[in-house]
Structures are given as structure tokens and as C-alpha cells.
């Protein structure tokens, strides 16, 4: 079973940069679809990005869109998350996901890692 492992969140001003990662453990990780997800105190958890299995396709949610990158490589079993231009609103605790190519449920989750933004 593959397990997931983020790390990168912490304390920073509005206006700038985190980058998160998310390692894998096992030897499948390029058989994935990959996620991050955030969810704020008294919120549901919401999509961020995602990307495919080699990374040649991504999605964002416009929250996000044109100031967070999602890329991964796949030799290093590790996804990330660029994310500039941070506003308060970004504030809150990031997850990695994996699933299957296909399947529309993520099933493996990771433990997340928390952003704060301060204004």
C-alpha cells in the first residue's frame, strides 16, 4: 500500500511563495493520478490541483489557478505544489491524494500539512 507523506506548509505574508511536497512510498507511484486538496477551519475539503500519471495533463480550481503550479517526478516518487501570490484565504491544511487512472475516488490521503497566510 502506498503511503503518503506531505511536508513544505508554514507561516508566511500575503503576497508570498510555499512550495509543498507529497513523497510516496512504494514502487507504483507513476501509476497515479495525484492530488492536493485543502480544507480551511469549519469548511469542506476542497480540490486544489491535480495531475496525471506522467504529468502531461493538470487541472486547478480557480481559487488557485495562475499562481499555483502542480508538477511531479516520478523518479523521485514526489508531487508538489508551487504556490505564489498567497492570499489569507489560502489559509489551511493541504493534502496529497492518489487514485487510480479512471476511478473518480482519491483512496490513499495523506497526514496534510498545515498553510497560514497572515495578512
Known amino acids: 500500500q502506498v503511503r503518503l507523506v506531505e511536508s513544505g506548509g508554514g507561516l508566511v505574508q500575503a503576497g508570498g511563495s510555499l512550495r509543498l511536497s507529497c513523497s510516496a512510498s512504494?514502487?507504483?507511484?507513476?501509476?497515479?493520478?495525484m492530488g492536493w486538496f485543502r480544507q480551511a477551519p469549519g469548511k469542506e475539503r476542497e480540490f486544489v490541483a491535480d495531475?496525471?500519471?506522467?504529468?502531461?495533463?493538470?487541472g486547478y480550481a480557480d481559487s488557485v489557478k495562475g499562481r499555483s503550479t502542480i508538477s511531479r517526478d516520478n523518479a523521485k516518487n514526489t508531487v508538489y505544489l508551487q504556490m505564489n501570490s498567497l492570499k489569507p484565504e489560502d489559509t489551511a491544511v493541504y493534502y496529497c491524494?492518489?487514485?487510480?487512472?479512471?476511478?473518480?475516488?482519491?483512496?490513499?490521503w495523506g497526514q496534510g500539512t498545515q498553510v497560514t497566510v497572515s495578512s
Open positions: 491524494a492518489l487514485r487510480i487512472a479512471g476511478a473518480t475516488e482519491y483512496d490513499t
Open positions: 512504494g514502487r507504483t507511484f507513476s501509476s497515479y493520478v
Open positions: 495531475i496525471s500519471r506522467r504529468g502531461g495533463s493538470t
